[in-house]
């Protein structure tokens, strides 16, 4: 195992990740940024990104990932290719392993490493991701504005995209695969409500049809086997996400679902000198914005950490 001590250690390489590590830098704390195993994160899955502030004519995930790459770069980020693969939070300072082989210890950690969306896992729902597939209303939606689309999923968010769909879309399918729901009471009502959205219950999807773009979805019902065929433009999955969190389970406090726990209002855990911003603590917003604000809140915070230790080792 090979050793190195760094001031600040950045885990992944999203839009939270990112800004961290732009501010990091300027603040002249010289921060190494693990990028993971999906460099980029989350926005390099999908395509044009128009509600990113700043962009008037919008931008390509991937291109955008690139530009903050280049612009944590500038400011003297040493970013790393790899995947952070256990850490010790047990004494201080704190150490992380990348790849199994080189530790890093550092003074401050600042958790990134985002969510990853669950998928049906079809082969088809693979071939056609980001050709008609997403797992994202907010985001994807508006390419879809004037056709007819789906929601697969009965949970909170699937209520949610479902009804921002509707709003731009003629047609919404949902697909619920038992006989209820599990969204919160008014946002099911919400969406019984609305006249263009049609619940397909107790209905599972079988394939997604289409070869370069997506042209319909085949759905069964499950009580009766009865197969159907839906023609459509937009298949958004909506069936929960998963926090990237797994390696900091001994350590940190999360949620029932795995995301992880700050301080209202802050980026900080309960472990001093750790902080946690972006998809990895957020189960309700989710976005490239809020990521990118909280990437700033989790450097700020651990300039001002550094800072008063550095003032209690001086004493
Ligand atoms: P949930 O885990 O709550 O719901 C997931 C949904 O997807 C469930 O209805 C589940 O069905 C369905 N599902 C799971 N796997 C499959 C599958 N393979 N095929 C078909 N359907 C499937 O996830 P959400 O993302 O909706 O919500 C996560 C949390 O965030 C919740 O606590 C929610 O309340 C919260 N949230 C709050 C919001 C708000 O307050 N504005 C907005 C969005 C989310 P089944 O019910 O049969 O298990």
Redesign the pocket.
Known sequence: MTEEKVKVLIIGSGPAGYTAAIYASRAGLNPVLVTGGEPGGQLTTTNDVENFPGYPEGINGPAMMVDLQKQAERFGTDIRYGLVTSVDFSGYPHKAVVDEKHEITADAIIISTGASA?Y?GLESEAKLMNQGVSACAVCDGFFYKGKDVAV???????A?EALYLANICPKVHMIV??DE????TIMQERVKNAANIEIHWNS?TEEVLGENEVTGIRIVDNVSGEKSEIPLSGFFV????KPNTDIFKDYLDTDE?GYLLVEPGTSKTKVEGVFVTGDAAD??YRQAITAAGSGCMGALDAERFLAAKEFEMAQ
């Open positions: 669950k049906l697969v999923g009965a949970g909170d968010t699937a949610e695969r038992r729901m599990r969204a919160s599972s909506a069936i929960g996400h679902s189960r309700v």
